[in-house]
């Protein structure tokens, strides 16, 4: 049968929208054969904005000559019901799973939104508020004073993606990461600096392609010694006999997303995820 | 019927593991009377991880003196036919939606681990990288001159939550978004700095009640002026009073975590996600 050239789906939820959005990302990656147009509806929490999103449902099935897919994590029963009117196909994730749930744990489940607020979000927020804090203010070997108080400290050459890294781990996990930043001298000497040396147990290292390295150092510095093939070549070479030498732990970055360095890092340096 | 003291729950993935943890919260979330311990166990992708995954599994449930719940977003068929052997209730997020989409979509899904890779997800990280150093760049007001090409500039007196608010849009949407800190005297001549005037319609407001941004404060500057109640409350009443004004779009942070700041301002501001 000849498939449809697009098909619409749609992540509907009354919060975020961001486990939905999770959830439909991973199974339409189970089908690379078509090509899906992925919208997020998030905070669908009133009849009105329903009744807006099954007109944007209805519009697309008309464009798309094929009805839309719906992710659907609203909790709220009228918002649901009226979304149940479009004519779209439905994974309905909460009355899927939640009936299981209540029989196996012999319990009714809080059907309502935003329940999940509290006192133990707040802390959890102000934790990651200072997580993020603490990456910023440990960037980049900027400030080496807080180490004792990391959770780990990312080392590599400049552009390998410790930054971005740091951050993830802060903001999803609430992890204290910092970064410092292995300089050609660093290398030439294949030593660590001092400043590392008292939190050896901490490092873990990050590595790149030379190739990807230079592609992202010459949309900073075109042209410069600092991006060209040869100097990366050898940063990343040099960097990653120093990691061997010195037994720490590392990865090479090349292939994969912040998330997956992140949890990698994590899951490698048995560190726990904080947000749980 | 009693309730065991505890459950605990299994998120368990061959992946990262964020789709099955933010399904899984969701989904416990709906039940509040109950504990849940709650174990992330990403990168279950060998035979012998999924069966110290069955071992840790089986000893919670003897620990517990009741079976663990486990979410299960694991691909790889031999991986699931060895985690299906634990003594656990298994919520089995691939199996109960995978064929549903298959009938629907007339289309096989790959049933192969890392097959979401390649150029686009390449792309999409590059995408997010350069957002990640543009909100580092563009933080608190440092750098104005990259603003013709912010997505957004968020506004707000110090410590409300500007900073992480942007790397998460950045990070999670690639978003780009700076943001200017609006000091004393911006409000005491309630207008806003030149800088600001030339992309007004960029801006978004963050305001929090005056006694959490008292504490907030404390902790950076113990029992200073900055940190005093008279001094947040001056501040938040005149930075409410300026976003009325000059009809500066707005959001009050206080109750709500990083995910729903930042989805909620581009929800209202008409940002697209750009991770789709």
């Given at each position: 049968m000849k498939q449809p050239a697009k098909r619409t789906a749609f992540f509907i939820s009354d919060g975020t929208g961001i486990t939905s959005e999770a959830l439909g990302h991973s199974l339409l990656a189970q089908f690379d054969s078509i090509e899906f147009e992925q919208?997020?509806?998030?905070?669908?929490?009133?009849?009105?904005?329903a009744k807006e999103a099954v007109?944007?449902?209805?519009?697309?099935?008309?464009?798309?000559g094929t009805?839309?897919?719906i992710f659907d994590t609203v909790v709220n029963e009228d918002i649901r019901s009226i979304i149940a009117e479009s004519s779209a196909f439905k994974i309905d994730v909460f009355s899927s799973f939640l009936k299981p749930l209540e029989s196996e744990l012999d319990a009714r489940s809080n059907y309502s939104v935003g329940k999940s607020h509290g006192i133990v979000e707040q802390t959890r927020y102000k934790d990651r508020i200072d997580s993020v804090n603490f990456a910023i203010d440990n960037d980049d070997g900027a400030r080496t004073r807080q180490y004792a108080n990391a959770d780990i400290i990312l080392v590599g050459v400049s552009r390998c993606g410790k930054t971005p890294t740091c951050?993830?781990?802060a903001m999803q996990f609430g992890i204290k990461a910092a970064n410092y930043p292995l300089t050609e001298e660093d290398l030439e000497f294949s030593k660590l600096p001092d400043v590392l040396e008292a939190h050896k147990h901490k490092l873990y290292g990050l590595t790149?392609?030379?190739?990807?390295?230079a592609a992202i150092r010459h949309e900073r510095r075109a042209n410069s010694r600092y991006a060209?093939?040869?100097q990366c070549d050898f940063e990343v070479r040099e960097v990653e006999k120093l990691f061997k030498k010195l037994n720490i732990p590392a990865i090479n970055t090349t292939n994969f997303s912040i998330e997956e360095i992140s949890t990698r890092i994590m899951a490698q340096a048995g560190l726990n995820r904080r947000m749980n």
């Open positions: 919208i997020t509806l998030p905070y669908i929490d009133t009849p009105d904005k007109s944007r449902i209805n519009n697309a099935a008309i464009q798309d009805r839309p897919l951050l993830y781990m790149i392609d030379s190739f990807q390295l060209s093939l040869d």
